[in-house]
């Protein structure tokens, strides 16, 4: 289980980007985290993930742990090695390296050959594009292909927890929605996953539990669920407005009612 | 035709040498982000450590020394210094490595005085007649060395972890970070590679027909800078083909000395330039480099 207690986390000593930020991801969960643009969401997880210092990033107070371990003071490197994997925003995928070394990159801090073989079949299992492709430059993917790369490259390390910061950025509806049943199977399989999203339709679809933060604060949570009920969530990140049904009635198929026996 | 081939051979040979040192550098500037200025005294410091050597050790156990000697000052150089100052300036760093360059140089020289350091390669002086191309041994084995070398190189660099790992963070070191791998490792192995190579080169370069050790083979480093350069610095393959043009150009500007005099005796030395300020004139980031060289 991840637990961040009360983070303050500052960049250059002086912008302070969290503000008492507490939250928990219990094992086996999908727990979303939205927010707006410089809401803080990145720096949460660049905290969680160990890259904040290449930021000038530094906690202030507070504690983020993974189990027993404490992640503030770990490296990158180490991170992964606890199970704790990140798929940046933005994809980042090596757009020079082929497919299957954009795999392979995303084993390098797994150190079990087998669970890296067994990582590579679940990934292709998964992703059936990415083995068809695998000889190709990543650069030469689609926008959805490289964001299942960019997915994959981090199973490949076997992670207990992965973080993913904003996956639908950039892709287009029906994408979106393949990624969201992506991130439910991987759920399924028994990895955590924190999802940072903008796109809060799919990112509470999925969510067991949610956070919203605003301006370096955690303004409410919840259950996915209720938190998709609520007046504040519905305007800001649903698009809808708050006295509309939420749900409108899609129409059903008719079911045949009688079957024609001759 | 005869002196066309030969002098050919012997540039090829001498190509070679020049790549490998060339290669040197590209995978320091990939995996540390520093143009390393060093490489003229690690290689004379792998010349010095084999010609030193040889007598007490015997000559094979002096070469394998010296490859540890060079890799292992490489490396300091790149935990004790590069290391601490990730994330300067490419020229701060660039501007270190000369400084480092100095020290070190300075106490070759005072070792090595005005001495010539004689290095007793077993294969001797003696050249190689194929028809009517003549060769020496030496640099006939160099080019077989030095060949199974650039091909190991070439293919761990395409298919090792190390490889991919040298890849994907000189292609974004963030990301890499995040996928656990560790740019101080990679960037540790690939300075004590460039060393060893380095080192390599030396062996073969203070052999026939060169006298032997001298600090003027710090000067050969200098002329492999125009073969990264000109091969773009970041790729490797641009490095093989850089080496081998500067060699044949520096070769064929010796051969033809007589017919060239008119451009000065010795211009053969700053053949290796002339080339490399034309190529860039023409394609400004080098024969295969990468376009925007800058990282944000």
Not at chain 2, 128 to 155: K, P, T
Not at chain 2, 262 to 290: D, K, Y
Request: aromatic share 6%.
């Amino acid at each position: 289980m991840l637990s961040i207690e009360g983070l303050h986390v500052t960049y250059g000593g002086a912008v302070q980007a969290l503000r008492g930020v507490s939250m928990q991801v219990p094992d086996g969960k999908v727990v979303a985290v939205l927010g707006s643009n410089g809401a803080g969401k990145s720096t949460l997880l660049r905290t969680i993930s160990g890259t904040l210092r290449l930021h000038r990033g530094k906690i202030d107070s507070g504690s983020v742990r993974f189990g027993d371990v404490d992640l503030g003071s770990r490296d990158p490197g180490q991170t992964v090695r606890l199970g704790v994997v990140q798929v940046p925003e933005g994809r980042r995928i090596f757009g020079r390296l082929t497919v299957e070394e954009n795999l392979r990159a995303g084993g390098m801090g797994n150190r079990d050959k087998a669970a890296k073989a067994r990582a590579q079949a679940r990934v292709y299992e998964m992703f059936p594009v990415l083995e068809e492709r695998k000889a190709q430059r990543g650069a030469l993917l689609s926008g959805g292909e490289q964001q299942m790369l960019a997915i994959g490259r981090a199973l490949m390390a076997s992670p207990k927890l992965l973080l993913l910061d904003e996956p639908s950025l950039g892709l287009a509806p029906r994408i979106i929605g393949q990624i969201g049943e992506v991130v439910a199977e991987i759920n399924r399989q028994g990895t955590s996953v924190l999802l940072v999203e903008q796109n809060a339709t799919m990112a509470l679809g999925v969510a067991d539990t949610a956070y919203v933060l605003d301006v370096g604060e955690v303004s409410l949570s919840g259950s996915a669920r209720e938190l998709s009920q609520t007046d504040e969530v519905q305007r800001l990140y649903l698009g809808h407005d708050a006295d509309q049904p939420q749900e409108r009635a899609a129409p059903r198929a008719h079911r045949t009612l009688s079957r024609w026996t001759a | 035709m005869t002196q066309f081939l030969s002098l050919l051979l012997n540039g090829i040979s001498l190509g070679v040498l020049y790549a490998l040192i060339a290669m040197g550098f590209v995978i320091i500037f990939k995996a540390s982000e520093v143009v390393s200025f060093m490489h003229g005294s690690l290689l004379l410091l792998g010349a010095y450590a084999i010609a030193r050597l040889s007598g007490p050790l015997g000559f094979f156990p002096a070469i394998l020394v010296a490859l540890l000697i060079t890799g292992a000052a490489a490396i300091v150089v790149e935990r004790l210094i590069i290391n601490r100052l990730r994330g300067a300036p490419v020229i701060s760093l660039a501007i270190v490595t000369i400084g480092v360059d100095i020290i070190l140089l300075t106490e070759l020289i005072r070792r090595i005085g005005s001495d010539i350091l004689n290095v007793p390669h077993p294969w001797g002086g003696d050249s190689f007649q194929l028809g009517a191309v003549g060769i020496s041994q030496n640099r006939l084995i160099a080019i077989g060395v030095a060949g199974v070398l650039i091909a190991l190189f070439f293919a761990a660099f395409k298919y090792s972890n190390w490889g991919i790992a040298m890849r994907a963070s000189a292609e974004d070191g963030e990301t890499a970070a995040l996928m656990g791998i560790r740019q101080g490792q990679v960037s540790a192995l690939a300075w004590v590679i460039a060393g060893v190579l380095a080192a390599v080169a030396a062996l073969f370069l203070v052999g026939s027909p060169t006298p032997g050790v001298t600090p003027s083979a710090y000067a050969v480093a200098l002329r492999a800078f125009p073969a990264a350069i000109l091969g773009g610095l970041d790729s490797v393959g641009g490095a093989l083909v850089g080496g081998l043009l500067i060699g044949v150009a520096e070769a064929l500007a010796a051969g033809y000395q007589d017919q060239l005099l008119f451009l000065g005796r010795g211009f053969s030395a700053v053949v290796p330039f002339i080339v490399m300020i034309v190529v860039l004139m023409f394609r400004p980031s080098g024969l295969f480099g990468t376009k925007e060289l800058t990282r944000v």
